[in-house]
């Protein structure tokens, strides 16, 4: 009987420490996406219809940027921001970076070309 109660003892254990961890990622996610909203320097890069937002946030990874979806918005936006005590983002720098960015993640040769970069404050 003791040898089905620890197996069984050791997944419930593993269960909770994942529940746990996935609650601990989501909150600092909602508080990251709470700053940038709250940050006047931010950039609001609104994604263009038929550009993968996640190939849009893929593209960051690695880079000195706190980047994220803006939460509940019907429009896939995304909110770009420096860290906390270094200078404002370099808009022109990020233009560039996003003009490079491929539409999808499968088809990286799409018909039609992307417009050009705008961000939310531009009109």
Not at 95 to 114: C, E, F, H, I, K
Request: hydrophobic share 50%.
């Amino acid at each position: 009987m003791a040898a089905v109660l620890i197996p069984v003892a050791l997944v419930l254990i593993a269960v909770v420490a994942v529940a746990l961890a996935l609650v601990r990622f989501s909150q600092s996610r909602g508080a990251q996406q709470e700053a940038l909203e709250a940050d006047p320097r931010v950039l609001r890069y609104v994604v263009p219809e038929g550009q993968d937002p996640a190939v849009v946030l893929a593209e960051f990874q690695g880079l000195p940027l706190e980047v994220a979806p803006a939460p509940g918005e019907a429009v896939h936006e995304i909110l770009i921001s420096s860290p906390a005590g270094r200078p404002a983002v370099d808009r022109e720098q990020v233009r560039t970076l996003l003009a490079g960015v491929q539409r999808t993640s499968l088809d990286a040769d799409a018909p039609a070309p992307l417009p050009p970069v705008r961000f939310a404050d531009e009109g």
